[in-house]
Nanobody
Framework: QVQLLESGGGLVQPGGSLRLTCAAS????????MGWYRQAPGKERELVAT???????NYADSVKGRFTISRDNVKNLVYLQMNSLKPEDTAVYYC????????????????WGEGTLVTVSS
């Protein structure tokens, strides 16, 4: 079973920064794509940023220039550095992994973490 564990959420003032981390585990050989999604109260889950195993990235327009996604392929970690945070960034942030290759095969995904809450408020 692949598990994704997010950390780093919390309360931050507008203009502040946070760094989210997601650790993937479960006899993983390689993960083709990892990403972050978010869901605000009363809204649908939306893409924030994704990154491929070769480092290709994709960002939602609303976070371009403020958020940076990166990953450690050896440790199966993905990060989201969030700067210049706005109240509208308040949401539960979910880690995603897709195209997961495991030691003994199995379902390639997508897999989801349980989420970490980010609250931007003064």
């Amino acid at each position: 079973q692949v598990q994704l564990l997010e950390s780093g959420g919390g309360l931050v003032q507008p203009g502040g920064s946070l760094r989210l981390t997601c650790a993937a585990s479960g006899r993983i050989v390689r993960i083709n794509a990892m990403g972050w999604y978010r869901q605000a109260p009363g809204k649908e889950r939306e893409l924030v940023a994704t990154i491929t195993s070769s480092g290709g990235t994709n960002y939602a327009d609303s976070v371009k220039g403020r958020f940076t996604i990166s990953r450690d392929n050896v440790k199966n970690l993905v990060y989201l550095q969030m700067n210049s945070l706005k109240p509208e960034d308040t949401a539960v942030y979910y880690c995603n992994a897709d195209g997961v290759i495991r030691t003994y095969g199995g379902f390639p995904g997508p897999y989801w973490g349980e989420g970490t809450l980010v609250t931007v408020s003064s």
